[in-house]
Nanobody, 123 residues
Framework: QVQLVESGGGLVQAGGSLRLSCAAS????????MGWFRQAPGKEREFVAQ????????YYADSVKGRFAIYRDNAKNTVYLQMNNLEPEDTAVYYC????????????????WGQGTQVTVSS
C-alpha cells in the first residue's frame, strides 16, 4: 500500500480557486491510478475525479466537469486537484485515494486513502 497526505484545503469565496495536493510515499506511486473523493456533512462520500497511472487519462464527476482538473507528477509522487469557479456546494472534506484499476469511480476499488483536507466555499 501507499501512504497519502493531502494539503491545500482552506476557505475561499464562491468563484475562487484552490489547488489540492496529495503526496504519496513509496516507490510504486506511478503504478497506481489516483482519485479524489469528497464528503460533505451528512452526505455520503462521492467520487470527484480520477487520473490513470501514467497521467494520460482522466475522468470527472459531472458536477465538477469543466471546473476541476486532476493531474499528477510521478517524479514528485504527487497528485493534484485544481479547483476553479468554486461553488458553496463544493464544500466538503476532500480525500485522495490510490487504486489498482483506472476507470472505476467506486470507492471500494481504492485501497489507500489520505486523512482528508477541508475545503469550505462561502457564498
Amino acid at each position: 500500500q501507499v501512504q497519502l497526505v493531502e494539503s491545500g484545503g482552506g476557505l475561499v469565496q464562491a468563484g475562487g480557486s484552490l489547488r489540492l495536493s496529495c503526496a504519496a510515499s513509496g516507490r510504486t506511486f506511478s503504478s497506481y491510478a489516483m482519485g479524489w473523493f469528497r464528503q460533505a456533512p451528512g452526505k455520503e462520500r462521492e467520487f470527484v475525479a480520477q487520473v490513470s497511472a501514467s497521467g494520460g487519462s482522466t475522468y470527472y464527476a459531472d458536477s465538477v466537469k469543466g471546473r476541476f482538473a486532476i493531474y499528477r507528477d510521478n517524479a514528485k509522487n504527487t497528485v493534484y486537484l485544481q479547483m476553479n469557479n468554486l461553488e458553496p456546494e463544493d464544500t466538503a472534506v476532500y480525500y485522495c485515494a490510490a487504486g489498482q484499476r483506472y476507470g472505476s469511480s467506486r470507492s471500494g476499488n481504492f485501497g489507500s486513502w489520505g486523512q482528508g483536507t477541508q475545503v469550505t466555499v462561502s457564498s
